[in-house]
């Protein structure tokens, strides 16, 4: 059974950070590019960063670009999410997954139509505020 089960949430002061895990099982790990999503009160679901399977390559959404880092172990099968400069915008349920499972860039999940992986976690809460 594929799993991946995100942690680290929390609630933190804007200019704050915060680090999240997510750790994968049942699937070659290693051998998928991998990301974030988030989906933030009243915005729907919105593309946060992935990252290569090697890890070779990052890329950001511009929201988040030079506050954010995404990294991975390969050996521990987790990936990271670093976050840096906290905002109230930043506010919302963060979720790893494969980059078919939010890529579509609907808003929302996209479908799984069998034809590339389509994974996510259950989500962690992340809240910024005063």
């Known amino acids: 059974e594929v799993q991946l089960v995100e942690s680290g949430g929390g609630t933190v002061q804007p200019g704050g950070s915060l680090r999240l895990s997510c750790v994968g099982s049942?699937?070659?790990?290693?051998?998928?590019?991998l990301g974030w999503a988030r989906q933030t009160p009243g915005k729907g679901l919105e593309w946060v960063s992935t990252?290569?399977?090697?890890?070779?390559?990052?890329r950001y959404a511009d929201s988040v670009k030079g506050r954010f880092t995404v990294s991975r172990d390969n050996i521990e099968n987790t990936l990271y999410l670093q976050m840096n400069s906290l905002k109230t915008e930043d506010t919302g349920v963060y979720y790893c997954?494969?980059?078919?499972?939010?890529?579509?860039?609907?808003?929302?999940?996209?479908?799984?139509?069998?034809?590339?992986?389509?994974?996510r976690g259950q989500g962690t809460q992340v809240t910024v505020s005063s």
């Open positions: 997954a494969t980059p078919a499972a939010y890529d579509c860039n609907s808003g929302s999940w996209c479908p799984d139509r069998s034809i590339r992986p389509n994974y």
């Open positions: 049942g699937f070659t790990f290693r051998s998928y590019d």
């Open positions: 990252i290569a399977s090697s890890g070779t390559w990052t």
